[in-house]
């Protein structure tokens, strides 16, 4: 082991002396003390002098007048398809919730919230067995929008999962 350890060394020691060399064509490196005395000191501008006389009025220069922006050009269309707002995302006039809806128990262990009625969209929460929940859509629909009052989560669950409460 103490081998291995020792050639392994005398390996990176002449590689580093070997592979270390300065190049012979690079400029030598100068003294720091001597650079910072060969570098001229730039002194800041001095400021324009005031007049200190009592009258004396600072009258701002008028700013240029500015043309109106020219009108754009309509943006051409990207290549793709159309874009969409996401379901989480999307203006909640299109479903309209109503608060006399009907209220349901969950009856699965856990279940997913969705952001829309679909197991390819994204869960916003979970609820679990025994919450009640107010369904805002059609009870016989596959999917129904429910709002948990309690947690504030309002998504799409599937029916099958849920029962009438008592």
Known sequence: MTKLV??????????????GRP?????????????ATALPLIAPAPEPATPQTPDARIIPA???ASDPAPPTAPQPRMPG????????????????PQDTGA???VTANRLNVRAGPST???????????????????PAAPWVRIRVEGDGIEGWVARSLLRPAR
């Open 23 to 35: 190049d012979p064509n690079a400029p030598a490196p100068q003294d720091s003390a001597a650079m």
């Open 81 to 96: 398809p159309a874009l969409r707002p996401s379901p989480e995302h999307r203006a909640t006039d299109q479903v309209q």
């Open 103 to 105: 209220i349901f128990t």
């Open 6 to 19: 020792l050639n392994t060394l005398i390996v990176l020691f002449l590689t580093m002396l070997i592979a």
């Open 62 to 64: 008028a700013a240029p």
């Open 120 to 138: 390819q969209d994204g869960v916003l929460g979970q609820i679990t067995r025994g919450e009640d929940v107010l369904v805002l859509s059609d």
